[in-house]
């Protein structure tokens, strides 16, 4: 599959909005079940030509504790889109900013998928296996798999106005290849580009050092929406965020029309949209609601259509058990193959965690089932800093190393032993920064260092804070929920390798190598041998950061909501819901 990445070469035009299917509904349990329905067809337009898909490596995800869930709704036959209204959802947090190319965190990229598009996208409908056309409606890759051609759609137009172009996507290359000093998200994944080119007005040619299996991958995940150049230069020339950070604008189906700090995102209908019929809503709004119970109050009166999405707002067992008996046949539950994981990353440049038997005690000493049972509901699986896979160590192998086995007894006695001799036998403090949205998370973490004598002092900071300490390395140690959104280990150099721009505190040239070899090999059954042995190089002999969990979850969507494409989705699939629609339910 890998090798198919690499010498794909894809080709769609234009595409008016594809009738409904009245496919079954799909099972809520694993990231390859049945895709929901089709996109619904509106009243304008022709269907598009069949277009080629490029297949991904499959990630073949651990499996989640089965709670048996409620049947999604499927589209029925002879069932039409029906336009109008607002869909309503419930957002964990404040965003940050509304900046999707500088933001890593799915508190901006949730409330800004609809307005943004992307030179390339994961089939909404199998967003584990396809990559589909998007601003480009086609691209070509050479022989040699080191230089990428993208052909952009014409005629599409920003929703200030300006005309979308070659000059957009190529400013987005180079500059998240060579990212100013100021915050840009997830640079590392293109740090295989040595040059881009405009070809004209609508050809965009990139060309890397090295083969690179995950290139497109990278290109269309879901927090790499291109953006408008024109709004993201100074009078120089340079990058600025000034003007994104508040003003979302995209050519999507919807547009920003309101931010009320602390209460919620409104957005509205696109009337440019190049798609035409699309979108069927009149807008969405999510309604910023921090607290995980009153989101859910929120859900069950009918003020949201949609719960929440993150770490910390997943339905837990007795919402899931609500849902299922007193709402029956009115809401429906949906799994989220989430991907996260909770993770402490450590800076080797600071106090205590510049020796390795610290690190190594902290790995020890963790207790990941109990992580798992009380802050994911026992909903997820234990691993290292890959997402348990093909493409990390074993999970049969994992759950008997020293660190994640079960009892603790031992494992907590060598971590003292540890403590000890790196000359902390009576303890020391330290700095932990932890985002505010993790904070619970935080402080369990902080308790269970405590035990080995490591007293953390939490330093709990807003998003923007946190990122920018983050990327300036001043604290010892920084716990978050992270993403792997493709399940390919590519997805996490941004954590650990020295071009990781927001979030790496390491430089390590071994670290740097083995993502690169894994990164450059074509074969897949090699590249996942690498991958496992990277996994054990960052979690086991280095430990560069421990995670104490990779969280699933389930989200909750009333029926009169159609046409989600939610159900074994990743948390951060791009849902721009251009093709859902609400009835009078």
Known sequence: MAALLMMATAACAPAAAPAPSSASAPRAEAPSAAPSPRPAQASTGAPPPAAQATRVPQPQVAATPTRVATPVP???????????????????????????????????????????????????????????????????????????????????????????????????????????????????????????????????????????????????????????????????????????????????????????????????????????????????????????????????????????VGGGTYLTPPELKIVKEQLTGKASIYLVKTALQYAVRFNPALKPFDDLRVRRAVHLATNRQAALDLLADGIGVMGGAIYPSPWSMPQSEVIKMPGFRQPKDQDVAEAKKLMAEAGYASGTDFILAVRQPDQKEGEWLQNEMSKIGLRAKLRVLPLTAYYDSSSKHEFPAYFQLLSMPTGHPDDIAEYYTSSGQVYSQIADPKVDALFDKVAQTVNEADARKLSAALDHYLSVEQVLGVVIAHPDGYRAAWNRVRNLHLDGAGQLDSQRYEDTWKTGE
Not at 186 to 209: F, G, H, N, Q
Not at 293 to 303: M, N
């Open 74 to 308: 499927a589209v029925q036959p002879g069932e039409k889109p029906v336009y109008g209204g607002t869909l309503t959802i419930a957002h964990r947090t404040e965003p940050a900013t509304l900046n999707p190319f500088k933001e890593p965190s799915i508190t901006t990229h949730h409330v800004t998928f609809p307005i943004y598009e992307y030179v390339l996208r994961r089939d909404p409908l199998d967003p584990w296996n396809k990559i589909v056309p998007d601003l480009a409606e086609s691209w070509e890759v050479s022989p040699d798999g080191r230089v990428y051609t993208f052909r952009l759609r014409k005629n599409v137009q920003w929703q200030d106005g300006k005309p979308f172009s070659a000059e957009d996507v190529a400013f987005f290359l180079k500059t998240k290849a060579n990212p100013p000093s100021t915050r840009i998200a997830l640079a590392a994944y293109y740090r295989s580009i040595t040059k881009v080119e405009i070809v004209d007005p609508y050809t965009v040619r990139a060309t890397l050092e090295r083969p690179d299996s995950v290139f497109l991958m990278h290109v269309s995940e879901s927090r790499q929406p291109i953006t408008p150049a024109h709004l993201m230069k100074d009078a120089n020339g340079k990058y600025t965020d000034k003007v994104l950070d508040v003003r979302a604008i995209g050519t999507g189906p919807f547009k920003l029309k309101d931010w009320r700090h602390g209460v919620s995102v409104v957005l509205e209908k696109n009337p440019q949209y190049r798609i035409k019929g699309l979108p069927y809503l009149d807008g969405i709004t999510y309604y910023i609601i921090p607290d995980r119970s009153t989101q859910f109050a929120a859900f069950r009166s009918g003020r949201v259509d949609l719960t929440s």
